[in-house]
């Protein structure tokens, strides 16, 4: 049974370059969602997505954010002019349609220099 | 919003020694998810339990809705177990959305 899978793993840039992951939710989810945690701290919501329509943005998720799902199945995650605060590990996950239990892929952590 | 705490902050066992974790929750919720996130950074799912009693071999959790509150039991504890417990709430009348995480317990058990 495969899990939510992100891409990369790592991720190392520099102050205002731009950035993109992946994520790939568990075959079938049709909901799928983004978080963020830095060190220390819980996971915070970013995004939802219920197939491709994006329900929900946190006021976290500034404009240089964005976030797609363009077929209902895996996800990008864009950060433009990355800054040094954006530094964390961003987590997918995903959900079944008939259950609201949440399956976190392995996250991709961000160092921002 | 709501506001989910988690006690302790920090927990030293030695091997072998059973453990308590609490989670309380300040409004109503749909459901109640357990984690436990490894040194890599995995969450791993424990329970997804909004109300009552499960148990998975050395775990166990409960979830009192009514008095908002959820407790992890961790028995016969194992150097394994160590990392960090999270607890998940979906806020009621938000079905389907964002999981509001506390800020973890850290467990660290020695041999």
């Avoid at chain 1, 605060?85 to 976190?104: H, I, K, N, V």
Wanted: glycine share 8%.
């Amino acid at each position: 049974d495969t899990g939510v899978s992100q891409d990369p793993r790592h991720k190392i840039t520099k102050r205002g370059q731009n950035v993109t992951f992946r994520c790939d939710p568990i075959s079938e989810h049709n909901r799928l969602y983004w978080y963020r945690q830095t060190l220390g701290q819980g996971p915070e919501f970013l995004t939802y997505f219920q197939n491709e329509a994006q329900l929900e943005k946190s006021r976290l998720l500034s404009d240089r954010f964005s976030a797609e799902r363009p077929k209902g199945s895996f996800s990008t995650l864009e950060i433009q002019r990355t800054e040094q605060g954006d530094s964390a590990m961003y987590l997918c996950a995903s959900s079944p349609r008939t259950s609201g239990e949440q399956f976190f892929g392995p996250g991709t952590r961000l160092t921002v220099l | 919003g709501i506001q989910v705490e988690q006690s302790p902050p920090d927990l030293i066992l030695q091997e072998g020694a059973n453990s308590t974790l609490r989670c309380n929750f300040s409004d109503s919720v749909n459901n109640l998810q357990w984690f436990h996130q490894n040194p890599w950074g995995q969450l791993i799912n424990l329970f997804y339990i909004p109300s009552g009693t499960k148990q998975n071999g050395r775990l166990s959790a409960t979830t009192v809705a009514t008095e908002r509150y959820s407790l992890l039991y961790i028995s016969s504890s194992q150097t394994t177990d160590s990392g960090v417990y999270f607890c998940a709430v979906e806020p009621l009348n938000q079905a389907g959305t964002a999981l509001i995480f506390g800020k973890g317990t850290t467990l660290s058990v020695s041999s």
